[in-house]
């Protein structure tokens, strides 16, 4: 540990590209029940009930569904100095973008695999207003009850061309932790990392790209707080015609309890509970080899093709310039 | 058993009265997330998702709250007539009432007390309209996921000047089984039974009315299917302003999750899971003394005077002729 | 509706047939959490916490897994008689068995697919011992909370043959009331039925047998209160080296929330909660063609394979004289 | 800000002392689930199932109930040697204690009140023997789904004469973060204070102790993943016998879903899920006051006059050299 470690706080907002906006922002605005706060030019922000910031998701309408700007919050005005100093100082910087809705300004980067990233000090606090002010002094904002009614943003996981530079980019540049790690082929072929700055079990996952590509999204990923609000949220995501893909069920990897769906532009979703704290400041990554790792879940039924197939933007339309195919998954 | 029993199928439907009609329709419409599928004068019809009927909660505008008329589906229509028959021989009928909506002719009686019933076989079927029908072919209604999101009707508790006389009623003349009993003073004192028609621990309960009135309402009373949805619409009732009377906790008795709180008409509402149905054809009514029933909770604090002192109409409030006075618990 | 329904209460024991009945016992005593209460002969009594009668499992050492003898109570003595003579009149009676652990005489017979059965009156009531008796007057046994704490006996699915024939028998014989079909080929092949005596969704399922053979069992599944039960059994499970074959998920037909295991002996048991009740003395059957049941769930991934295939005795080792092959699934 | 941030990690371990060790060990292996791991000379060492390290609770034989010594783990050994200067300078230091089962070397002292605590680096990760290791690879032990089954320890709450000095002592030397106050009087009167390291919301609480008295504990706490969890351990605490004070329930300050009750030994134990996690650098601590902080409960029913009164060791007891009186309520 040095002092990188501790610079980056936690995950703050993620920028959603979409080629339906209006739809995506049906999906998480009334079927998975989060508060859109403000609109300006192309893009939406929204907040879960929970989020103590005052928008920590970005919709914005793009041509492709995949990730835009991932932001990171970091402890103090001095430690996001050191942040840009440090990845300028590795060649990765983009620059200082000014004040936008909900936080100050940003020093913005690309991950070695491409990905768009910031860090920030200056958040906005969320305000409710009165309709929107809850009965709980803690608690940020009224609990709605619309829909799942996700209730912060959790995390996310992008593909990546290779997987070990990003993951030591995350551990030395952003002063991650490594929480677990698929390894196959004896050692040799680094499937997947999972890491985070604070105790969450994993505020990012950096997984293969096994079309090869760059930059792409595999998914997002929003907290309820029991098991039972994600089984609740598959009862929700069907009656609106959402296409499942997999779960409810329960990883190995993380032991996260997981739900996982399309919202209309094409991006992969995921409900989630359950996973671990991790509180050990010698935590040993656990890593798993393909008989460990298995098809990824504890129980039941393996995850799909398409959960290896398929991230955003989606290589093959992309190329053809034709919309995105979402998997499709016959909810009957 | 003879062949009074299973004349009665189960509780089809329930009339409130409510002196604030506006408010009431809210509370069950936007807060226990049922819907409205009909108006006729000066009453609303509602259904739960699960409910198969077109509607089980009828809300009528009165000067008072408190129960209106307690609907019980017979098995058939040879059935509805035998206890036609039946009641008008004890003396308890009031006569036919010919199609309202929902269902057939209905025959009208008043238990001893003075509660107003009806028996009635024709029921019309829920057919949700396109917005609401769900993709699950055997639930009769989309899951909407709009705050409680309660079921479907399950049970009602009436307060009676004299318990033993209505118990007897419901048993002989609506053919119901005996499940639990509250009986103080060495068996003397008969101070609350519960009933039911059907494997369900209880239709109907009939509990000693500590003002000496008559024709009163203790509770309504929904089904939702898990214990975590009923702490769920905990949180939705006091982010909405509802007061909270008992619960979420255990009742000993019955053995049901609840949480009471009052709809702005003033009656009180049970959101409710657990319990157990009853099976045996021998069943031995389980009775608790003063010492066994305590509080009538099976952990933690006891209910709250409010709980024995308080039924609709509140007998005090009618005769000053004031609007009543709903006890009031601070949610902070 | 005549004179029949109503005869048959409710399913009332399972005996199970296994070539391993110390793991058998093991299973559902420290993995299921049900409590041994007697041993005779080859057979071991069990029981489920909130089960009111002595006895609601029976395992007996055989030379391969299956099912035993389902019991049916009745209603009243009368009502055994008057099933008895139906019964002998439709040329399916076995006999009577006079009074064995837990219940008297028994009239014994065949369902057309061959399959024993037995309708019976006299139960004995659970009076539990010292250590288990519960805390609680109206819960029959302690609650032990030992590995997956199910509650009670709730249904079994046979396979047969031919469905239809035995479909009818429980409807015309014993009273049941058919509630969801799956009918492929426009309505020409009857795949499965459920059928149920009370408001319980299904007592009975018959699904047809797809080796061809007669008297097997699909399954035989008990009950927990709550989904997150079931999703606490699934971790119980996986941590005693159980392999699960399905689930937890929700079905389409039957809305059943489930967890499908083998037990050491071979036997597909599942740990089960939600459905719903049926109410309704006119309930229309809701039918499920090929399209509609799919692969017969309501959310995520298929039933695999087994599920389908695999039934037991299982016919290719029976016939082979070598133990039953459990399907086997990497808990990893 | 600044180096004390960051120094001490996580709460590692409690020491609870009990004047009836015996019962005291049941309670928390076979109601709650956890495993002894280590016996020495008048103590047992425990671990829940989810615990990295090897022992977390640490029970001691002594006169009188009470906390032991709190143990806090730093981020490295650097750290803890500036936490060992820091607290030497102010004071408070006790001196060194050498290795003891499960963690190396620590620095003992006393926090204003007079708690005992220490700060410690090195910490034995669980090595699972055979018949404990689960089949979940980063899951240190097997989950044995025994009783309540907690999963970790999570925090504890003590008493003290004055809150403003502790919770500045916390601040200051252990570089902890304030989450929330209760301050009565307008603002002059500090009640209480809740604390932590890390982003769980409180590790530790300091509670005004009403008696006047010092270096007495209030709670120690026990995380499970569910609030269902919650409501299945009241089950479990109730059919053992042991008393519930308070819960499940919802507390306002902290949403944490809590279940109290006491050990045989007479300590206050929570049984707990919700509350929320605290990301922000710049969290501006939640104050409560009179009118706002109400009975502590956010639904239901107020906080029972013994969650003021009693902590331990109990004064009136300890006084008078008897037995302490753990309050009693009556679980009927």
Redesign the interface.
Known sequence: ?NETH?DV??LGRLELLTPGPERTLWYFRDVLGMEAVHTQGKSVYLRGY?D?AAATLKITEAANPGIGCVSW????RAALERRCKAIEHAGLGVGWLEEEFGHGRAFRFRDPDGHLMEVYYE?Q?YRAPDHLR??????PQ???????SVRRLDHLALLANEVAPNRRFAQDLLGMDLR?QVIFDEGKLEIGSWLSP???HHSIAYVKDIKGASGRLHHISFWV?????V??A???L??N?IA?E?????H????G?YLYSFEPGGNRVEIYS?S??V??????P?T?NE????TGV?????L?ESFINYGTPDVEATTAGVQPKIPVF???
């Open positions: 540990m501790q706080r936690h929970g103590y919050r970091t402890s103090s958040e606090k809850s009965t709980l002094k803690n608690l009224k609990f709605t009850a619309r829909g799942a677990e604070n105790p969450v707080d029991n098991r039972e609000d089984l609740r598959a009862d929700v069907v009656e015609g499942i997999a779960g409810p069920s329960k190995n990897n993380s032991q309890f359950g671990y704290l509180f050990a400041p010698d935590w040993e656990v798993w008989a460990e790792r298995g504890y129980w039941g039924t393996p799909p016959d909810p009957i």
